[in-house]
């Protein structure tokens, strides 16, 4: 009876400490660097490539396809359904502007890379998975940039080339 009490106790301490030996989501492994959105942004060149984990809130961006009208957003009146969602992570109490976030993507089957985003089950409500919107968390991911094309030309035969394109920076989550 005491060494079964003493297995239980000795399990509830080591799940307490995070080392019960099971990686949770949103909390990082012993050999991974943690940062914060600021930290990671002020150096991004340094941390490209690098698996990090990054501490910070979680934002949700709703996109709403393009309407005949104006929109307002207090009252819903002209406004389109949400079309699609995006996911970032900003510091804590820190506003959500483009230069201080951090995007997150996802890495497809084909290489490519898309935003992480939320399944929307109706107005106003998602299921964004692991990753629930106003959470303070670490998340997990590898730190990448991207060379993205906005402007490129397409000709009749379907051939495109690239013109020119612009460095993103994100984190691409697991």
């Given at each position: ?15 307490l ?16 660097l ?49 079309a ?16 201080n976030?951090?995007d ?32 303070v ?38």
């Amino acid at each position: 009876m005491i060494r079964v009490l003493g297995a239980i106790l000795l399990a509830n301490t080591l799940s307490l400490w995070g080392c019960a030996g099971e990686a949770r989501p949103g909390s990082p492994s012993a050999t991974e660097l943690v940062l914060t959105v600021s930290q990671i942004n002020a150096k991004r060149e340094a941390y490209v490539g690098t698996v990090v984990g990054v501490r910070g809130q979680i934002v949700l961006e709703e996109l709403q396809s393009a309407g005949a009208g104006p929109c307002n957003v207090a009252t819903g009146v002209g406004c389109n359904p949400v079309a699609l969602t995006r996911l970032h992570l900003v510091d804590p109490g820190s506003p959500n502007t483009a230069t201080n976030r951090v995007d997150l993507y996802r890495q497809t089957s084909a290489g490519t890379y898309e935003p992480a985003g939320c399944k929307i089950l109706g107005v106003g409500s998602y299921d964004c998975g692991a990753y629930p919107p106003g959470t303070v968390m670490v998340v997990e991911g590898t730190f990448t940039k991207y060379a993205e094309p906005i402007q490129q030309v397409t000709y009749p035969d379907g051939r495109v080339v690239v013109i020119r394109t612009q460095d993103i920076y994100f984190l691409t989550v697991r």
